[in-house]
């Protein structure tokens, strides 16, 4: 079965500042990697995706994605924060033939100071 | 598109009544899924549906729980009896083709058994 670590539980920073979050996950096989958001007292948005092709992707509201095969990694990243970013992020895994359960991290909450 | 429609929003009841969470998904997707999301747990996958046929219930807690869906436009998952430990929001995702294009979700409903 595959699991997703996020290890950053709560980050603050300020407006304009750059922004990674860490996602690692743990399956043997082919994955499909997933970043959504859930704004405060809002359900869960997608924000990116990746199924294969180029590591690096990028998705809504400025935000991108690299995925790092060897590091099972699949970081989060954004070059200059808003104030609106403020939300919670989690970090998706599922394994790409024959599984349709997304496994999800426990989440990062991102405080953005004005 | 509507998305996926859950209700009630918010939901107070006693502990020991039945409580009922209803959820319509996207027209066309063939995938349903129930969440559970507490604070102490993260996102939990409680069930989800293939055409209508329950797949993995696994994450289902206890006899309590039970999760239905009579057809395509329409699931409910209800609680009987429910515990103050069940206090938390549920999701509702639907997916077309989840390896593909991942989940969208609901609303949620905030449920909170006193």
């Known amino acids: 079965a595959q699991s997703v670590s996020q290890h950053n539980h709560h980050v603050i920073l300020s407006e304009a500042a750059s922004l990674e979050l860490g996602c690692n996950y743990s399956?043997?096989?082919?994955?499909?990697l997933f970043w959504y958001v859930q704004y405060p007292g809002q359900h869960l948005q997608l924000l990116l995706k990746?199924?294969?092709?180029?590591?690096l992707v990028k998705g809504i509201k400025g935000f991108e994605a690299e995925f790092i095969k060897s590091k099972f990694s699949f970081n989060l990243r954004k070059p200059s924060v808003q104030w609106s970013d403020t939300a919670e992020y989690f970090c998706?895994?599922?394994?790409?033939?024959?599984?349709?359960?997304?496994?999800f991290g426990t989440g990062t909450r991102l405080t953005i100071i004005p | 598109d509507a998305g996926v429609i859950q209700s009630p929003r918010h939901e107070v009841t006693e502990m020991g009544q039945e409580v009922t969470l209803r959820c319509k998904p996207i027209?066309?997707?063939?995938?349903l899924f129930w969440y559970r999301q507490t604070m102490m747990r993260g996102l939990e996958l409680l069930i989800y549906?293939?055409?209508?046929?329950?797949?993995?219930d696994s994450g289902m807690p206890e006899d309590r729980f039970s999760a239905k869906m009579p057809n395509a436009s329409f699931s409910t998952l209800k609680i009987q009896p429910s515990e103050p430990r069940d206090s938390a929001v549920y999701f509702c995702?639907?997916?077309?083709?989840?390896?593909?294009?991942?989940?969208?979700f609901g609303s949620g409903t905030r449920l909170t058994v006193v």
């Open positions: 995702a639907s997916s077309q083709r989840p390896g593909d294009y991942g989940y969208t």
């Open positions: 399956y043997g096989g082919t994955v499909n």
């Open positions: 990746y199924f294969s092709g180029d590591p």
């Open positions: 998706a895994v599922n394994a790409k033939f024959g599984n349709e359960k997304l496994t």
């Open positions: 027209s066309g997707h063939d995938y």
């Open positions: 549906f293939n055409n209508n046929v329950p797949i993995d």
